[in-house]
């Protein structure tokens, strides 16, 4: 287990992230341990062994692998958790299943060997489960890992991203042409537009896969910039512009009302009514950045996900809403979500394999990222040897301090505490600290480069700490 550490004046908070963090733990696996292979409720065995590599269950405790969604929403708090090499060779042998035979989509879930797609979801090249939310949430991923590690290898992953912004969007892109991936409306095994696995409608377009998209393109101009390729990088930034123009304009409208589209069916038609991720992964993602709509459909969201009616009836599902008010700046709310799914660790999961709503790894990872890159609002640039806060914390709360944070190749410790805020470099190298004011709404997504908007900004000498009064 990480050393990464937590004080607070809560002591539900404390409560909390003790049991988030040595949760996750029971869900890691170590390298070299021979394990079997296809394990699910489909097969009835006996099951193959093989050598695990490194990695960490992301999905259902009764099958023997990590899936593709959950992986890129754990990657975070694993990162926090210390579980660096961990992430690096389960985004590696994802990507590497990428490949002109499967039409550039990652599998959807490997085995723990790193290497065989787990067969409950793969039947052949053509036939396996993708979800185009996914592909796109990969893209994004690589940048959110570069900016904690600092990891130049990871910008070797530029032929990647550039064929799933390129080639991928221009081959899923020809019912509608306008710039935007569809699915095929046919199921998962055809490549669904959503991760909505219930949807209302037959998709061929869908919120969550288009502001999955409009993130990916962005993440894929930072990465080029670290590249060194301002002209690529430019173009993916317009490339956003005219996504974000497009959506706000006329992709989300349906007439002259204001209600929201968060699809559009395999028929033409619009869809406006509660889609669950079709309807938050939107504002999650960025779109609705500066869209007077914006402020009444977090309202609604949250509305609906109380819903008995409405909610997601599985806990994991649920893991996403805190993230989109921690992005919003909605510290209450989030941590309103934050507490009601953490009081359900204890209830049955809706699929009885499962067990508990606690043993589901979103659950355990998600809330040690929440608190740490959320309401601390740790924002990171290893390679840029800046880090960012946007203190963000909700009523009752007045400290915060977490300890032996990974950050590059080295630590931080970062905190509130006495209306202040500190941050202590424990990287060996100079380090640029700035703070933002954490109460704007609709904040810039904060896993992009923040550079240049901080109220105060100050340098840090290695093993220094200093505290700024909170802005």
């Known amino acids: 287990m990480s050393a990464v550490r937590l004080e607070s004046d809560s002591a539900e908070l404390e409560e909390i992230f003790e049991w988030a963090q040595r949760t996750a733990a029971e869900s890691v696996v170590d390298d070299g341990a021979v394990g079997p292979l296809d394990v699910s409720e489909a097969n009835s065995g006996p099951p ?25 929403h754990q990657a975070v708090g694993a990162q926090l958790l210390g579980w660096r090499r961990h992430n690096t060779g389960m985004l590696n042998a994802l990507l590497a299943t990428a490949t002109a035979e499967h039409g550039g989509w990652p599998v959807w879930a490997l085995n723990f060997d790193g290497e065989t797609p787990l067969a409950i979801d793969y039947r052949s090249p053509v036939e396996f489960v993708r979800e185009v939310p996914a592909i796109f949430e990969m893209v994004e991923l690589v940048h959110v890992l570069y900016r904690w590690t600092g990891d130049a290898q990871l910008l070797e992953h530029r032929g990647f991203w550039r064929n799933t912004l390129g080639a991928f969007v221009a081959a899923h892109d ?13 199921g998962i095994f055809q490549g669904a537009a959503s991760y909505n696995e219930h949807p209302t409608a037959r998709f061929r377009e869908a919120g969550d896969a288009f502001g999955a998209q409009y993130a990916a393109t962005l993440h894929a ?8 390729d301002p002209d690529a990088a430019t173009q993916f930034e317009q490339t956003g512009r005219t996504l974000a123009e497009y959506f706000r304009s006329s992709w989300s409208r349906n007439g002259t009302d204001d209600a929201v589209v968060n699809g559009w069916t395999v ?31 977090l309202a609604e969201i949250d509305r609906l996900c109380s819903d008995p009616i409405g909610a997601p009836a599985n806990i994991e599902a649920l893991t996403y809403v805190p993230d989109l ?16 799914i953490y009081s359900r660790r204890n209830d049955a999961h809706e699929v009885p394999q499962q067990r ?33 806060t946007r203190t963000i914390l909700p009523a009752g709360v007045t400290r915060l301090e977490v ?13 509130t505490a006495n209306g202040a805020l500190w941050l202590r470099n424990g ?45």
């Open 403 to 415: 300890f032996d944070i990974p950050f590059g190749e080295g630590t931080i410790d970062a905190g």
């Open 48 to 72: 193959r062994q093989a050598p695990y590599r490194a990695s960490y269950r992301a999905g259902y405790a009764h099958r023997s692998g990590y899936y593709l969604r959950d992986f890129v």
């Open 427 to 471: 990287t060996g190298h100079p380090l640029q600290w700035q703070i933002v004011a954490g109460s704007q709404p609709g904040f810039q997504d904060p896993h992009l480069d923040v550079s240049g908007t901080g109220t105060f900004a100050v340098t840090l000498a290695p093993g220094e700490r200093r505290s700024l009064p909170m802005p």
């Open 325 to 340: 008010y921690l992005r919003h700046g909605d510290a209450d709310t989030a941590w309103r979500w934050m507490r009601e």
């Open 356 to 388: 508990l709503n606690g043993s589901y790894p979103e659950v355990s990872f998600t809330l040690v990222s929440q608190i740490v890159a959320g309401m601390l609002g740790v924002q990171p640039n290893a390679a840029g040897r800046t880090v960012t």
């Open 267 to 297: 028929d033409g038609e619009a869809v406006t009514q509660w889609g669950r991720e079709t309807t938050w992964f939107m504002p999650l993602k960025g779109l609705f950045d500066g869209d007077p709509r914006s402020a009444p459909l």
């Open 174 to 186: 020809t019912h509608r042409p306008n710039g935007v991936a569809e699915g095929s409306g046919l």
């Open 221 to 228: 101009a930072a990465l080029e910039r670290a590249c060194g």
